[in-house]
């Protein structure tokens, strides 16, 4: 018997109390209207609608990314920052102007990154130019580079990355826009960075490139389980909810047992929910 493509799969391990989705995005469109210029159209996705999901999964913590349809409006994002009460952090949209008093009121309420969207055609806020400025001025906060790229790209930018003064994330597995082999050149620089100790990854938004799609994502999924083997200090999980630009949605339970079949045992399944992020974003 064939497993359907959107079915969920089975869970190996009880989660941890304090595990962490560390990437969604919040569209409270009634109080947060997008521009009239944004090139995305995304389902409603407030933060009650999140909470229900956090419910269903069995997860208490997540890191909130501001969308790029919001440009360098942070409104929506922070809102739902407050109501989470704790059990959040978040990731900014940050002009490269802004002054030092906003970013103090950012930290504050929660703020622990800077997004750098730089997948070409994904409507860049900022550029790589701009990228060693923004570090050295949020590494004095302890904050990181939140960075999606073409993975392919990496061995032209690891110099830059592992020499920059904050640590970075990058996302959704490196978003190689080709699913590349493990012994291909530019994930091996993806390896490298993790053994900087200042760089981490998050297993994440697999369907956004598999060509070999639901339930296991294999070609991409080699690539999880092979940063998992490799430096399991330097992984997240992360939903990617509500999974913008997706005309049918994964199932999140399914995407969240991934995790169990990509890890070893459960002390490093929970080590990837629970303590990478509660170390990486001050849980």
Not at 19 to 44: E, F, M, T
Not at 95 to 100: V, Y
Not at 234 to 248: I, V
Request: proline residues 9%.
């Amino acid at each position: 018997m064939t497993t359907p493509p959107n079915a969920a799969l089975p869970r190996r391990w009880p989660l941890p109390a304090g595990g962490c989705d560390c990437h969604i995005h919040i569209y409270d469109l009634d109080r947060h209207p997008l521009p009239q210029a944004s090139p995305v159209s995304p389902p409603r996705a407030t933060w009650s609608d999140y909470l229900a999901l956090r419910a269903r999964l069995g997860l208490s913590r997540c890191v909130i990314v501001q969308p790029m349809g919001y440009g360098f409006n942070n409104a929506c994002t922070l809102s739902a920052l407050r109501a989470a009460r704790g059990s959040a952090r978040a990731i900014v949209s940050m002009p490269a102007h802004a002054s030092d008093a906003e970013l103090a009121r950012w930290a504050r309420a929660g703020v622990v990154g800077v997004r750098f969207q730089m997948v070409p055609g994904s409507g860049s806020l900022l550029s790589w130019a701009d990228l060693p400025g923004v570090a050295r001025r949020i590494a004095a906060l302890d904050w990181h580079i939140n960075l999606q790229l073409d993975g392919r790209t990496l061995p032209d930018r690891e110099a830059l990355l592992a020499r920059l003064p904050c640590r970075v994330v990058i996302d959704h597995v490196g978003k190689f826009l080709e699913p590349v082999p493990t012994r291909h050149r530019a994930f091996a620089s993806l390896l490298r960075l993790l053994d900087t100790g200042k760089v981490w990854v998050k297993l994440s938004a697999m369907y956004e490139t598999s060509h070999a799609g639901a339930p296991a994502y294999q070609d991409v999924g080699r690539l999880a389980e092979a940063l998992v083997r490799h430096n399991p200090e330097r992984c997240l999980w992360a939903s990617n909810w509500p999974h913008p630009g997706q005309f049918e949605r994964p199932d999140d339970r399914g995407l969240l047992a991934l995790l169990d079949a990509w890890c070893p045992s459960a002390s490093v399944r929970d080590q990837i929910l629970e303590g990478n992020p509660a170390q990486l974003y001050g849980f």
